[in-house]
């Protein structure tokens, strides 16, 4: 198994925010972690979003997704204060706009209304730990499914200027997600500088021409080499699969 | 005055002298390697760290940064963006493998 993310980082404490949910979202269990989904029968879709604020900052989180998995989409990521947290309807909430970034139990990225195969579709009615990786330096969103990384999911998100929070929707009855775990770190300054210098240098030859240790334009270069395919949207305004 | 202090005070190339508390400064592994070493220095001096390598507006932007960081990792409040001037990313990224913070 996969060592987790952000070994070296300590452990954060936030929960879900009682006060910026969905009416059909319950919160239970000791700091209101548990978040359980249209109690009764669902009419819609319905989600809730987390207290920590994530910009600027690295952190891991993870939710024991029990075992009722099934439906037209459960999905978790990140979104600002904008996105919509109740709708009547069965949909892909989170990402269905430019304010959320989602991956559904589908396996399918959502953001501004458009999708795309990530991984493989959630087995049905087993169990799962998803684990979320938000890097606000960099500005990238990755994915963990039971201590797997898949890859990074989105790019980019150093560039919002609005604040981010963690976010689950579901838009099936009683299943419920378990924030099981939360890591933050401090994000270092040669890792901050390395950030500001990949967004005017994009090549390695580019980076040849720099004067530079060699040491260190190893170091520049290393995000370079990450061969994950970029975030290509597959059908435009597609809003239910 | 000595190792006991509570300031630091950095040198830099063109003759500026940084001076900030000591809990910043080890906020860096090197400084505090630095600073934490068999000291030469006398009992009545200040501490001092030499950093004759670097310009003094990366060395400003390095405390300020130090600050920052302690500040902020022990926090979990909403952590601001640390501005780094792109013209500056280079000199910077440069002391920032240096200094280990």
């Known amino acids: 198994m996969a060592t987790l993310p952000l070994r070296h980082g300590c452990e954060d404490h936030w929960t879900w925010n009682r006060r910026d949910r969905s009416d059909e979202v319950r919160l239970y269990g000791p700091g209101l972690r548990v978040?359980?989904?249209?109690p009764?029968?669902?009419?819609g879709t319905?989600?809730?979003?987390?207290t920590r604020v994530l910009n600027n900052g690295r952190y891991y989180w993870e939710l024991g997704i029990s075992q009722r998995i099934f439906g037209t989409s459960m999905m978790f990521g990140i979104g600002t204060?904008?996105?919509r947290l109740h709708v009547d309807a069965f949909t892909n909430l989170l990402g269905e706009d430019e304010h959320g970034w989602g991956l559904s139990h589908k396996g399918l990225l959502w953001h501004g209304g458009r999708w795309t195969h990530y991984t493989k579709p959630f087995r049905e009615n087993e169990a799962t730990t998803v684990g979320v990786l938000f890097d606000g330096i960099t500005g990238t969103l990755t994915y963990y499914k039971d201590g797997t990384c898949l890859g990074i999911a989105f790019k980019g998100l150093n560039d919002v200027r609005e604040p981010l929070y963690p976010i689950?929707?579901?838009?099936?009855?009683?299943?419920e997600m378990t924030l099981t775990l939360m890591k933050r770190d401090f994000v270092n300054l040669q890792d901050r500088c390395r950030a500001v210098i990949l967004k005017q240098v994009s090549s390695q030859a580019q980076l040849d021409k720099l004067t530079l240790p060699p040491r260190i334009k190893g170091y520049l270069s290393e995000p370079m080499a990450d061969t994950v395919q970029p975030f290509q949207p597959v059908n435009k305004y597609v809003n239910s699969v | 005055m000595g190792p006991g202090a509570m300031y630091v005070t950095i040198t830099s190339a063109d003759g500026h002298e940084f001076i900030i508390k000591r809990k910043y400064a080890e906020a860096s592994e090197t400084f505090e390697a630095m600073i934490g070493g068999p000291?030469?220095?006398?009992e009545n001096e200040p501490l001092r760290v030499d950093m004759k390598r670097y310009q003094s507006h990366v060395l400003q932007t390095v405390c300020t940064y130090l600050i920052y960081k302690v500040y902020y990792t022990n926090s979990?409040?909403?952590i601001p963006l640390f501005p780094i001037a792109s013209e500056m990313s280079l000199e910077l990224v440069d002391v920032a493998n240096y200094l280990n913070c």
């Open chain 1, 35 to 38: 978040a359980h989904f249209h």
């Open chain 1, 40 to 43: 009764n029968w669902s009419s």
């Open chain 1, 46 to 50: 319905a989600g809730v979003r987390g």
């Open chain 1, 81 to 83: 204060r904008r996105a």
């Open chain 1, 168 to 175: 689950v929707c579901s838009t099936a009855a009683k299943t």
């Open chain 2, 39 to 42: 000291s030469e220095t006398p």
């Open chain 2, 76 to 78: 979990t409040t909403e």
